[in-house]
């Protein structure tokens, strides 16, 4: 069903004909492209028009998120099927006078990335998890915004509260994979699981059991996708930093200084993730080497600061930990964000020692409150750079 689905929206986008699209976030992680997925089949059938999912991100890059291919590849879904940022047909909204309709799938405000690639977007509705930016409040379709774990968890109760819904049991299990991922299997240790959550994984697990899997184990799905997820072994320091990209944009309200901040989320520690470069001299170089890569990915990127939030199992004890890594040019910009995450109660961060010869660009930290995943710690940091 989905494979069918997918093929007809993209004819639809190729012939031009009217379509709304369905626009997940920049990181394009699997919550982010399987909502925007699901939310396009439901909304097909709801209003009897078209609706069409997209990727935003460039499709060389997808093969660096292994978990959403891997959730896709459960549904027989391959990239081909998808429509990405630098897609050819993309071009015939860029063309048209006519406004492009869209929902946002897992986020509220449009990235840049995303207004520069479609400049005439007219946001038609919102389906997310996020903190609300209080932008867009007059969407003609829905405005959804909840806390939740996985913005697929709406989606999915979307769809529960649906007559006839159209779901069977391949887009049941697609939409439980970032449920899954994103609650780390409904873990309630990790403070992300809502009732929201509990009831679309019920409801889709019944999905899936009603359509004769009922041998279908959901915790060695999750294992699966969880190590394809961790899987990074081909994988360099580059590409983890783009794997799980976000970019925003502040205003100091004070001095008016305009701040570019882009996090990236990487599930390896620090220096596991700085090792991923060739050393420049020997063992000591590989802080070097990472200063000039992190130099470049932010140069490219034309950002002020750049943020690296680790996640990983400590594979010495076995514990769940964090770790943030912030690199700048601007010294004062940097002392300031860092003074003031240094005085937030709720990270809990403590320094680590960095090689002196990168102490100025970089610096380290533990985040002793390892619950702080970047869906909590980017509203801390937009107060901040607002505060300038």
């Given at each position: 069903?989905?494979s069918?689905?997918?093929a007809?929206?993209?004819?639809?986008v190729t012939r031009r004909?009217?379509?709304?699209?369905?626009?997940?976030?920049?990181?394009?992680?699997?919550?982010?492209?399987?909502?925007?997925?699901?939310?396009?089949?439901l909304?097909?059938?709801?209003?009897?028009?078209?609706f069409?999912?997209?990727?935003?991100?460039?499709?060389?890059?997808?093969?660096?998120?292994t978990d959403?291919?891997?959730a896709?590849?459960?549904?027989r879904?391959?990239?081909?099927?998808?429509?990405?940022?630098?897609?050819?047909?993309?071009s015939?909204?860029?063309?048209?006078?006519?406004a492009c309709?869209a929902v946002?799938?897992d986020?509220?405000?449009?990235?840049l990335?995303?207004?520069?690639?479609?400049?005439?977007?007219?946001i038609?509705?919102i389906?997310d998890?996020?903190?609300?930016?209080?932008?867009f409040?007059?969407?003609?379709?829905?405005?959804?915004?909840?806390p939740?774990g996985?913005?697929?968890?709406?989606v999915a109760?979307?769809f529960?509260?649906?007559d006839?819904?159209p779901i069977d049991?391949?887009?049941?299990?697609?939409?439980?994979?970032?449920?899954?991922l994103?609650?780390?299997?409904?873990?309630?240790?990790?403070?992300r699981?809502?009732q929201?959550?509990?009831?679309?994984?019920?409801?889709l697990?019944?999905?899936i059991?009603e359509?004769?899997?009922?041998?279908?184990?959901?915790?060695?799905?999750?294992?699966?996708?969880?190590?394809?997820?961790?899987?990074?072994?081909?994988?360099s320091?580059?590409?983890?930093?783009?794997?799980?990209?976000?970019?925003?944009?502040?205003?100091g309200?004070?001095?008016?200084r305009?701040?570019?901040?882009?996090?990236s989320?990487?599930?390896?520690?620090v220096?596991?993730?700085?090792?991923?470069?060739?050393?420049?001299?020997?063992a000591?170089?590989y802080?070097?080497a990472?200063?000039?890569?992190?130099?470049?990915?932010?140069?490219?990127?034309e950002l002020?600061?750049?943020?690296?939030?680790t996640?990983?199992?400590?594979?010495?004890?076995?514990?769940?930990?964090?770790?943030?890594?912030l690199?700048?040019?601007?010294?004062?910009?940097?002392?300031?964000?860092?003074?003031?995450?240094?005085?937030?109660t709720?990270m809990?961060?403590s320094r680590?020692?960095?090689?002196?010869?990168?102490?100025?660009?970089?610096?380290?930290?533990?985040?002793g409150?390892t619950?702080?995943?970047?869906k909590?710690v980017?509203?801390?940091?937009a107060?901040?750079?607002?505060?300038?």
């Open positions: 069903m989905i069918s689905f997918l007809k929206a993209l004819d639809n004909l009217p379509v709304t699209l369905v626009i997940g976030n920049e990181a394009a992680d699997c919550d982010s492209v399987v909502s925007a997925v699901s939310l396009s089949v909304l097909t059938h709801k209003y009897k028009s078209c069409v999912p997209m990727v935003s991100i460039p499709r060389a890059e997808f093969s660096l998120r959403s291919a891997a896709l590849s459960t549904a879904i391959d990239s081909s099927d998808l429509l990405f940022s630098d897609s050819l047909a993309i015939r909204f860029r063309n048209e006078n006519a309709r946002l799938a986020h509220n405000v449009p990235a990335s995303l207004t520069q690639c479609l400049p005439q977007l007219s038609v509705g389906v998890h996020h903190v609300d930016e209080a932008q409040t007059d969407c003609e379709l829905m405005r959804t915004i909840s939740c996985s913005a697929t968890s709406l109760l979307m529960r509260d649906t006839q819904p049991s391949n887009l049941a299990k697609l939409m439980l994979a970032p449920i899954l994103d609650t780390v299997n409904l873990n309630k240790e990790f403070n699981v809502t929201q959550d509990i009831e679309a994984f019920d409801f697990i019944r999905v059991r359509g004769g899997d009922t041998a279908f184990d959901p915790t060695a799905y999750f294992n699966f996708l969880q190590n394809a997820k961790a899987d990074v072994s081909g994988l320091m580059v590409d983890l930093l783009i794997r799980d990209y976000k970019q925003s944009g502040f205003v309200t004070n001095t008016g305009q701040v570019e901040l882009g996090i989320s990487v599930g390896t520690p220096l596991d993730l700085i090792r991923k470069q060739p050393s420049i001299a020997g000591d170089g802080w070097d990472a200063e000039d890569t992190l130099r470049s990915f932010a140069l490219k990127k002020n600061i750049l943020m690296v939030m996640a990983y199992e400590d594979s010495a004890d076995g514990a769940f930990k964090r770790e943030l890594l690199y700048s040019d601007s010294k004062d910009l940097s002392e300031f964000l860092c003074a003031q995450i240094e005085q937030n709720d809990e961060l680590m020692e960095v090689d002196n010869r990168v102490a100025d660009k970089i610096k380290w930290f533990a985040v409150n619950k702080m995943s970047r909590l980017q509203p801390i940091l107060g901040i750079l607002e505060s300038l």
